[in-house]
């Protein structure tokens, strides 16, 4: 099956499974109608029970109202409005979800918005790590947050103890400061309630899947809104589809609240999370439609015809390891001076670490080596680029935030005013002596080949990066009456970065020197930045609105790594201007059946200018970008009919380089990375007897990868659809169990590609997972 061609079969391929996305969500319609019958059923039963003078018992159902997809607000103190009255794109996907799919990571629960994603495998040899996150055209993983404040390092983060994911769309340099330029996302962490229950899950699955999970909420003192609450994990799991990934961690998360029921709320919290991973380099595009790699053979592909390896290959090696710690204590104050007048003040300490050895791969001229041309089974690959890792994230913070509502005359004001004082430390180790590895067979690898020469020894080369922030904000959300509302925000980041760097002398950049020879580098840079939002909304009634918003975005060089360099072969030079991101969008959001089902649409379009962007020829950078990014996004969540849950998604993106070089190596201009049109749909109906079904369908459209000068290898992905089924059962009232099904079709695709296209990550086969969900 081909899994990377033409991108004009991208519509024919879309219309073509368009019926079975739909036919997938419209399987409660089915259940219903049987429910329905059944009722009917029963109730002429007892008509015809009734009328031969039969006396039947009164049996009275109690029942809740399940809904538990829809999110009345985003969790940002922030945002102050329902989400149907705020102005802006922002999708939440709420713990209910994630747990119905059997997501266990922020990369899959993000699957529930249409558009956002790992789609980018990494540079050259080396390997994107944890979630690197694509949306609209840029990449996100600096914009993550937990709980409002930054989350930084490129792990994997597991959502065991969190509530609520909110993704918002667009520039977020207002809310956050500097930003990526398309959006921001913040996770919302679980916090202790007044009710004593204990939540627990068992899951095994394909890929010798082992997690477990406990979730346990204890009331202390009632009278005194005193709760304690702890979230842990524990999991030992391959990967289905990948020979050799581990993803090993556990996790404990204990939090403390004190005066729950008083106008202050006290929260002490604290979350550890340790990884022992094996790290994925990607398997290698030989034989994938579109490569001619490494060669050419007097003007012909000499590779043409050739089989692809085995998606389960591993090419890196058992000595490979990903190995993370993350520790985040937070105390948060929460204080109601009045009704109208209320005070939050957040204090947090973080740290990462993280450490890994990858062996990667380039599928060039030099490293395949093809012997026999007509016998593939003798070819090998070189493994010569081993890549470590040993870094350390840090993050002081203190935020305070004030929340008032007045009245000017017939204005009513909602206002948040706030004061955040961060600091941010990266400090990255150089190592020699990372082994090497004889040349892989290319149909069958050996991962437990010998390593020479590994000597896992710091050598002196460090670099330390810091970022210093001041910044201060206002919102305010003018009611000027019953239907009309104007918002606005403006925040001011004032910065100060410094990087120290000690780095080995070469005999190119340092022909004085002894090569080896440390090298000392200090550099910083400072600056203050200013961002600000806009946006008029009109209600038609009282549970809809429409709306026009502008709004800004600002990143600075080093802005998501700390590093500064002087070099002209650099991104980060503080000779730079920030990127700079407007963003003008209009949408309207409709809430339907008495607020239980949400209806959002939204245009937009945005512009980023002063992009950085590298000379294919020279080889050094020019501040000479411009992109833009535009397109419509449509989202449907909520409850359609009672015990029938729906979360639907659908964007198409048309994205350009207006000025400067086309990134892609397709030469198309398109931005890298971002699929044009991409579709997420999961639905849910619960039976009368318990029996609760799901499914879900996913489209992602063809992939543009970067260039860097690669030939003979995929230029581009194929696009591709995944279907999902899900079915729950309550043995007991205490414990459920759930089936989970994925990739129903057993579908072989590209879910990642490197920017040289050499390499690429297989999408995840069938595969199943079981769980027992424990509850009391």
Avoid: C
Avoid at 167 to 187: C, E, H, M, Q, W
Avoid at 253 to 267: C, I, V, W
């Amino acid at each position: 099956m081909a899994l990377i061609k033409s991108r004009k079969h991208t519509h024919s391929r879309f219309n073509q499974h368009v019926s079975t996305a739909l036919a997938v969500m419209l399987l409660p319609v089915a259940a219903h109608a049987a429910d329905q019958a059944a009722a009917t059923a029963t109730m002429s039963a007892t008509a015809t029970a009734a009328a031969g003078g039969q006396t039947l018992q009164e049996v009275k159902v109690v029942g809740s109202k399940e809904n538990d997809f829809k999110a009345d607000k985003a969790a940002s103190p922030k945002y102050t409005e329902a989400l149907v009255n705020t102005p802006q794109s922002i999708t939440v996907i709420k713990k209910e979800l994630i747990e119905q799919q059997g997501a266990v990571t922020l990369t899959e629960a993000l699957r529930n918005t249409p558009g956002v994603g790992t789609f980018f495998l990494g540079e050259n040899g080396s390997t994107s790590t944890g979630d690197a996150i694509y949306m609209r055209g840029f990449d996100s993983s600096s914009s993550i947050y937990v709980d409002g404040v930054r989350d930084l390092g490129s792990i994997s983060r597991d959502v065991f103890n969190i509530e609520q994911i909110d993704v918002l769309k667009g520039p977020a340099g207002t809310d956050n400061g500097r930003a990526s330029p398309t959006g921001s996302i913040n996770l919302t962490s679980k916090q202790p309630t007044l009710e004593d229950a204990l939540y627990s899950s068992i899951t095994v699955g394909g890929g010798e899947q082992k997690r477990v999970t406990a979730d346990w909420n204890k009331v202390i003192s009632a009278d005194n809104g005193t709760a304690f609450r702890l979230n842990v994990v524990d999991q030992d799991s391959g990967n289905p589809g990948r020979n050799e990934v581990k993803n090993k961690r556990w996790g404990v998360a204990p939090t403390f609240a004190f005066g729950l029921k008083t106008p202050t709320r006290f929260y002490l919290d604290y979350l550890h999370v340790r990884q022992e991973n094996v790290p994925d380099g990607g398997v290698p595009t030989v034989g994938l439609p579109g490569y001619t790699s490494p060669d050419l053979n007097n003007g012909r592909p000499f590779l043409a015809g050739v089989a692809p390896v085995n998606p389960k290959n591993f090419y890196g090696s058992t000595s490979d390891f990903d190995n993370v710690t993350a520790d985040m204590f937070t105390a948060r104050i929460e204080h109601d001076f009045n009704s109208k007048v209320k005070l939050l003040n957040t204090t947090r300490y973080g740290k990462t670490k993280q450490n890994y050895l990858l062996t990667a791969f380039m599928g060039t001229t030099a490293n395949l080596l093809t012997p026999v041309i007509s016998n593939p089974a003798t070819w090998t690959l070189a493994r010569n680029t081993r890549t470590i890792k040993d870094q350390e994230n840090d993050i002081l913070t203190n935020q305070s935030t004030v929340t008032a509502e007045f009245e000017t005359g017939a204005i009513k004001h909602t206002v948040v005013a706030g004061l955040e004082l961060t600091n941010e430390k990266q400090t990255t180790y150089g190592y020699g002596g990372t082994g090497t590895l004889p040349a892989a067979n290319l149909y069958n690898p050996n991962p437990h080949d010998p390593v020479t020469g590994l000597k896992l020894v710091r050598n002196g080369v460090r670099s330390d990066g810091s970022t210093n922030t001041q910044s201060a904000y206002l919102f305010d959300t003018l009611k000027l009456n019953e239907q009309w509302q104007i918002n606005g925000g403006v925040r001011f980041d004032r910065y100060s970065t410094t990087y120290n760097a000690t780095a080995l002398s070469t005999a190119t950049a340092n022909p004085t020197l002894p090569v080896g020879t440390l090298v000392p580098t200090n550099l910083d840079l400072s600056d203050t930045l200013f961002n600000g939002k806009i946006a008029a909304l009109f209600k038609p009634t009282e549970d809809s609105s429409i709306y026009a918003l502008y709004a800004t975005s600002k990143q600075p060089p080093g802005g998501s790594n700390f590093a500064l360099s002087t070099s002209a072969s650099s991104a980060a030079n503080p000779k730079f201007d920030p990127q700079e991101t407007t963003t003008t969008e209009v949408g309207t959001k409709w809430d339907f059946l008495k607020q239980k089902l949400s209806f959002t649409a939204a245009v937009y379009r945005t512009e980023v200018k002063n992009e950085v962007e590298q000379d294919p020829v020279d080889l050094l950078y020019y501040q000479t970008g411009k992109k833009r990014v535009q397109g419509v996004e449509i989202g449907l969540t909520g409850e359609v009919m009672r015990n029938w849950l729906v979360s639907a998604g659908y964007t198409r993106m048309n994205t350009s380089v207006t000025a400067g070089k086309v990134q892609t190596a397709s030469g198309i201009n398109n931005l890298s990375y971002t699929p044009k049109q991409a579709f997420t749909a999961w639905t849910s109906y619960t039976l009368p007897f318990g029996l609760k079904l799901g499914g879900g369908a996913r489209f992602v459209d063809s992939l543009l990868r970067g260039t860097d000068g690669a030939v003979g290898t995929p230029a581009y992905t194929n696009s591709y659809w995944v279907y999902d089924a899900m079915a729950a059962y309550s043995i007991t009232k205490n414990v459920d169990l759930q089936l989970n099904l994925y990739n129903l079709a057993d579908k072989r695709y590209v879910s990642a590609i490197n920017k040289s296209g050499y390499r690429y990550t297989p999408g995840t086969p069938r595969y199943g997972s079981l769980t027992a969900n424990i509850k009391f």
